[in-house]
C-alpha cells in the first residue's frame, strides 16, 4: 500500500520557520517528481513547490518564492519543504504529493499519481 505521510505542521508566529517532512512507503520515489501543494479555508488547492527526481530542478510558487525550500533525501525516500518568514495567509493544509515521471509534477497537480493526507500549518499575526 502506498503512502505519504506528512509530518511537522504546527502553529508559528509570524516570522517564524517551520520544516515539513513527507515520508513515503510502498514504493520507492527516488525515480518520480515529488512536490507541496496547500489549501486555505475557502479556498482551491494551489501549487507550493515541485523537485524533479533527481533534485536539480526546483520550482515555486511566487508567492513563496525566497522563503521556501524543498528538497528530498532518495534514499530515506522523503522530501522536505523548508518553509521561512512565514506569513498569515502561509495557513493552510499543506499536502505532499508524488508526481509520474521524472519532470517536475505540473502546477494544476494533474500529473500527481498520490496525495498524502496533509498537515495543517497556522502562522498567527
Known amino acids: 500500500q502506498v503512502q505519504l505521510v506528512e509530518s511537522g505542521g504546527g502553529l508559528v508566529q509570524a516570522g517564524g520557520s517551520l520544516r515539513l517532512s513527507c515520508a513515503a512507503s510502498g514504493r520507492t520515489f527516488s525515480s518520480v517528481a515529488m512536490g507541496w501543494f496547500r489549501q486555505a479555508p475557502g479556498k482551491e488547492r494551489e501549487f507550493v513547490a515541485t523537485v524533479s527526481w533527481s533534485g536539480g530542478i526546483k520550482y515555486y510558487a511566487d508567492s513563496v518564492k525566497g522563503r521556501f525550500t524543498i528538497s528530498r533525501d532518495n534514499a530515506k525516500n522523503t522530501v522536505y519543504l523548508q518553509m521561512n518568514s512565514l506569513k498569515p495567509e502561509d495557513t493552510a493544509v499543506y499536502y505532499c504529493?508524488?508526481?509520474?515521471?521524472?519532470?517536475?509534477?505540473?502546477?494544476?497537480?494533474?500529473?500527481?499519481?498520490?496525495w498524502g493526507q496533509g498537515t495543517q500549518v497556522t502562522v498567527s499575526s
Open positions: 504529493a508524488a508526481g509520474r515521471s521524472r519532470t517536475v509534477i505540473t502546477t494544476n497537480g494533474d500529473t500527481v499519481d498520490y
